[in-house]
């Protein structure tokens, strides 16, 4: 069964796969259904779920902050970049006119 993308297996186990097993059906011929739609939640192994959750989250949110640090340094950087450029700009017209002048 799933439960926050997590799927409980065969033996009551919490994973990320969603794995399928054999069953015998009544008329005794092999059915293959995954196991999300057959297990029902075991109340006893909703706390480890939550645990795994919990870390998920807060290995997300660790990426999410290191991303946004990153962005901000480029914008920096590019500003500096523009302001250089017109600063050069601004002198090599400069030194132009000396050279015409004289």
Not at 3 to 30: L, M, P, R, V
Not at 40 to 66: G, M, T
């Amino acid at each position: 069964m799933q439960y926050n993308n997590f799927y409980c297996d065969a033996q009551g186990n919490w994973t990320k796969e969603c794995q399928t097993f054999f069953f015998q059906t009544k008329n005794a011929s092999a059915a293959r259904i995954p196991t999300k739609d057959i297990l029902i939640l075991n109340e006893a192994r909703l706390p480890l779920l939550n645990q795994l959750l919990e870390e998920e989250k807060k290995k997300k949110k660790k990426k999410k902050k290191k991303k946004k640090k990153k962005k901000k340094k480029k914008k920096k950087k590019k500003k500096k970049k523009e302001n250089n450029n017109s600063n050069e700009k601004k002198k090599s017209k400069g030194k132009k006119k000396k050279k015409h002048c004289s």
